[in-house]
Every structure is written in structure tokens, then in C-alpha cells.
């Protein structure tokens, strides 16, 4: 769970990062560009109609405005200027001779250059560029009164009509209105400067835009509207940016939930053909995120469940076999039965049935046992029990049993300490005591069980001197109903199942049953688990 929140947490995080940084990069430099062309869109008006005009015209134009200075306290400078003289560089002139308007940062202000009108500038077509150089030092404030003063020059120029008032406001990009009747309404303070100068210009605000008043020298007073002030919050842009960063969000989000859709619809893939029969299907787990647990735990249940079915049709195999043969020799002992002449040979028939339908009753517990073990696992209830005690038990047991047998039990030094143990006492009872009984069985004259305990394992080793068992054969003995064609016949007794049981024993307690060789020349069953259960 924490490597999946991690992943989708990290994931998402690192996405609104980078989005983050490349939308504030986004917004600076689109609000450059747009920053440059608000100042290109409000200077063009008055520099491309001073560029157009004739030169003395011009010439003139010039001079007035550096004279009447004061009524434009943001221009510091006008001129008419040579390349020589502006220190321009070939991109710059280039942009120049497309006639664009160049405007570049000063210490001070702003320099505005346009190139004038090669049919006005008053040079021969082989001398250099002229142009048109404004410096302001607040650009917005400066180019506005620049507008005010060349339409009030318009204004005077000739008869004004609506006609001429929207050609002037479509040149200059700005609105012009007559206030004449308004006049009586305005602020004192502007009535005062309009009579002492002419002009009255407001600079604004970041809420409202530059406004200008200018009289005529017949008296006639127009209000003119200039462009807004620029603003960094464009609100189409900043819609755009988050849809920019909803947008990598969700293609963040489906390209994790996309990749948690394949790994699960991989895993509803192997169930399907698990379900079709085809058991032996598996989950390719590359990652040990949650979802790899969950094929890791799928992959197990798919094992188990195939060796479930495996086990259930060997053991209706084997079970109807090892059936058949005491079942049959009942039907024989019973129609027997109906022959005998004597009380003799009736009871031999009888005593016969009976020891066939013990064997029955043992075959099936024995498989009863082991399908308990097999199918999902029995319930065990481990308790701290003493296992030295237990192999004493089975060896005390066993030695009953089997007199003519020398059965002993060694422990290691220091096994004493360590001799308690998480267990499930009847069944680790019964590991030992089927792995002890299969070795009298088998061993010539001496069955040994040796004892190791330390801090974190108990290992229990069970060894005879019999023929032993070839090393080819070590795993086919754990399997159910399996027996060898050597010296372990059917003649020595058993179905074939208590070593299946040995070792499904020990899976359940988190250990393993492995068969080696004795040194005493026969065969080594050896039982190891942890000594202390995780769960415990």
C-alpha cells in the first residue's frame, strides 16, 4: 500500500512540478511578448505618422515638440537621427528597414526609433537611413501626451466633422470626443488648466486608462480616450495554463491508472483461463508493488489450487486401488464363510475380515489425514511444547513395538535449552513417530534419532541401517501412494501416504522434510522449523 501511494502520490506531485515550472515559464515569457507588443501596439500610432511626414514638415513637428517640452514632461527627447549616430545593430536596423517601430530599454526611459519615409526623409537614395528617435522616460505616459499633441495639431488643421473625428481615432487607435456641453460639469482643477493651457492629461491607473482634454484655439474642447494600461493578468492566459495543468493532471493520472488497469485486467486474463481449466496459467509479476503482492498471492493460490486437483485425481486413482484390494478379499472372505465346514475355518475367515476391515479403517484415516492437511491447511493451534519430550515419547513408543529393534535418541549439546518450541503437538507427534515407524521397517537392526535445537531452528533426524534409498528416488517417496521397487515394498506394510503426511506436517509449521543418506548406510529423513512461529 505505501509503495502504491508513493508511486501515484510521487507521480502526481512530480507532474504538478514540472507543469508548475513550465507553466510559470510559459506565463513569463508569453507576458515578454506580450509586454513588447503592447509597446509596439501603443507607440506605432504616433511614430508611424511622424515617419510619414515630409521632412520640413517634420523637421518642424520636431522642433515644436523639443520646444514645448514642458507640455510633455515625460518626453525628454525628440530628434531626427542617422544610423552613425544611433549605434544600431543589423538585426535592429533590419527590423528598422521593415519598417517596424524599435523600442529599447534605456537607464532612464525608453528610446522609440522609426525609420522615416525614403520619399520624405530628405536624404538621396544613396545616402543612409534616417529616422525618428522619441526618448521617453515613462513610455506609457509620454507616447499618450505625444497622441494628445499631434491630434490636437490635426484638430486645428481644418473644419472637424464626425467624418474627420473617426478617421483620427482609426489612426491613432484612440477615441475622440467634443465636451463642450460637458464642459460646465468638469473638475475646477481641469477647467483651471484647460484655460491656462490648453491641456489637461490624466495618466491613469491600472483600472482605468490614460484620458486627455485639449482645446482648440476657437475654443471647442474634445476629450480623448488612450489605450489601457498594460496588464501582466491575462485572464485567457491563466484560463489557459490550467486547463494546460488540468490537462497534464489527467494525462498524469490515466497514464498510473492505465498501467493499474493493464497489470489487473493481466490479472482477470489468468483467472479466466484458470477458471477454463487451464490451471497451469500464471501472473508475470515484474514489480513488488501492491498489485505485485496480489500476483505473487495469485500465482500461490494458482499452485496450490493446481496441486489441489493433481492430489484429488491421483488419490481417486490410487484410493480406488488400494481399496479394491481388501474390499475384494472381504467379498472372498465372506463367500468363504458360507463353505466352511468347522468352527475353525469359520473363524479364520472372520478374523481375515476383521484385520481387512482395520486396514480400511487405517487406509482411510490415513487419507482422510493427509486430504486434511493437503486442502488448504487444518487449523492449528501451536503451544509452547517441550519436543525432547515428544521424541522420548515416540522412541518409548516405537521400542515397545518393535523389541528385537535397537531404537535410540541423541541430542546435540546445548539442545536442552532450546528444547521448547512453537508446535502443533499432535501432528509434529505424528511426524516423528511416521517417520520412526517407516524406519523400523525398513532398517536392519538399529534406528537412530538425533536431535539438534538451537535459538532459531529445531531439526529432527530419523536414520536406519537398512538398504537405503537411491538418490533418484529421494523426492518420489514424498509423494502420495508412491512406492519404490527396491526394498521398500508392499510387502513391509503402509499405503504410501505417511510421508506425504511427514511433509505437509512441516509445510505447515514454516519447515521442510528432505530425505538424505545415513552414515550408518541406510537411509536420513530430516524434519527442520523455525522454533518459533511468526504468528505466535
Not at 105 to 128: C, N, P, Q
Not at 151 to 179: C, K, P, R, T
Not at 416 to 424: I, R
Not at 454 to 475: L, M, N, Q
Request: charge should be negative.
Amino acid at each position: 500500500m505505501n509503495k502504491l501511494f508513493i508511486r501515484m502520490f510521487g507521480g502526481l506531485l512530480l507532474t504538478l512540478m514540472v507543469v508548475s515550472l513550465f507553466c510559470t515559464f510559459l506565463y513569463n515569457t508569453v507576458n515578454v511578448v506580450r509586454s513588447e507588443h503592447y509597446r509596439v501596439s501603443i507607440t506605432s500610432p504616433a511614430l508611424n505618422w511622424l515617419a510619414a511626414l515630409d521632412h520640413p514638415k517634420l523637421a518642424a513637428t520636431v522642433s515644436r515638440l523639443s520646444e514645448s517640452s514642458a507640455l510633455i514632461p515625460d518626453l525628454t527627447q525628440i530628434t531626427i537621427e542617422t544610423t552613425s549616430r544611433l549605434n544600431l545593430s543589423p538585426l535592429e536596423l533590419e527590423r528598422l528597414s521593415y519598417g517596424q517601430v524599435l523600442i529599447t530599454s534605456e537607464d532612464h526611459g525608453y528610446r522609440v526609433i522609426k525609420a522615416l519615409d525614403s520619399r520624405h526623409s530628405g536624404l538621396s537614395s544613396d545616402e543612409k537611413m534616417r529616422f525618428v528617435a522619441v526618448w521617453f522616460s515613462d513610455l506609457y505616459s509620454g507616447i499618450n501626451q505625444l497622441l494628445g499633441e499631434l491630434i490636437l495639431d490635426q484638430l486645428g488643421a481644418q473644419e472637424v466633422d464626425d467624418a474627420y473625428l473617426f478617421e483620427l481615432m482609426q489612426v491613432f487607435n484612440v477615441s475622440i470626443v467634443s465636451v463642450v456641453d460637458e464642459l460646465n460639469s468638469l473638475p475646477s482643477g481641469v477647467q483651471t488648466q484647460l484655460s491656462s493651457s490648453g491641456r489637461y492629461f490624466y495618466s491613469g491607473d491600472e483600472d482605468s486608462s490614460a484620458t486627455g482634454y485639449y482645446r482648440k484655439d476657437d475654443g471647442a474642447v474634445f476629450r480623448i480616450g488612450f489605450p489601457k494600461h498594460y496588464s501582466s493578468v491575462s485572464y485567457v492566459l491563466i484560463f489557459s495554463l490550467v486547463l494546460m495543468v488540468v490537462a497534464a493532471v489527467a494525462a498524469a493520472v490515466y497514464v498510473l491508472i492505465s498501467s493499474i488497469d493493464k497489470r489487473l485486467r493481466g490479472l482477470e486474463a489468468v483467472a479466466s483461463k484458470i477458471s477454463r481449466g487451464e490451471l497451469d496459467a500464471r501472473i508475470n509479476v515484474d514489480r513488488q508493488d501492491a498489485i505485485g503482492r496480489l500476483g505473487n498471492a495469485f500465482n500461490r493460490m494458482a499452485e496450490h489450487i493446481q496441486r489441489l486437483v493433481a492430489v484429488q485425481r491421483e488419490m481417486i486413482h490410487a484410493v480406488s486401488h488400494e481399496l479394491r484390494t481388501p474390499v475384494a478379499r472381504i467379498r472372498f472372505g465372506v463367500q468363504m464363510i458360507e463353505d466352511c465346514a468347522s468352527e475353525k475355518s469359520l473363524q479364520k475367515q472372520l478374523t481375515g475380515i476383521d484385520s481387512d476391515i482395520q486396514e480400511l479403517d487405517e487406509l482411510i484415516d490415513e487419507i482422510l489425514t493427509y486430504a486434511r492437511l493437503e486442502q488448504g491447511g487444518p487449523i492449528l493451534v501451536f503451544n509452547d511444547v517441550d519436543i525432547k519430550l515428544i521424541v522420548g515419547q515416540v522412541v518409548s513408543e516405537q521400542s515397545s513395538v518393535k523389541p528385537e529393534m535397537t531404537i535410540k535418541a541423541e541430542f546435540e549439546d546445548g539442545s536442552h535449552q532450546w528444547k521448547q518450541s512453537d508446535v502443533e503437538y499432535r501432528y509434529i507427534h505424528r511426524a516423528v513417530q511416521n517417520l520412526v515407524g517407516n524406519a523400523t521397517r525398513y532398517a536392519s537392526s538399529t534406528v537412530k534419532v538425533h536431535c539438534a535445537f538451537d535459538k532459531e531452528t529445531c531439526r529432527i533426524d530419523v536414520e536406519d541401517d537398512g538398504a537405503g534409498i537411491p538418490e533418484s528416488d529421494w523426492e518420489k517417496v514424498f509423494t502420495p501412494f508412491a512406492r519404490l521397487d527396491d526394498s521398500r515394498t508392499r510387502s513391509s506394510g503402509g499405503y504410501g501416504l505417511g510421508l506425504s503426511i511427514v511433509r505437509r506436517i512441516l509445510y505447515w509449521h514454516g519447515g521442510q522434510a528432505f530425505l538424505g543418506r545415513s552414515s550408518m548406510g541406510g537411509a536420513k529423513f530430516s524434519l527442520v522449523w523455525p522454533r518459533r512461529q511468526l504468528d505466535s
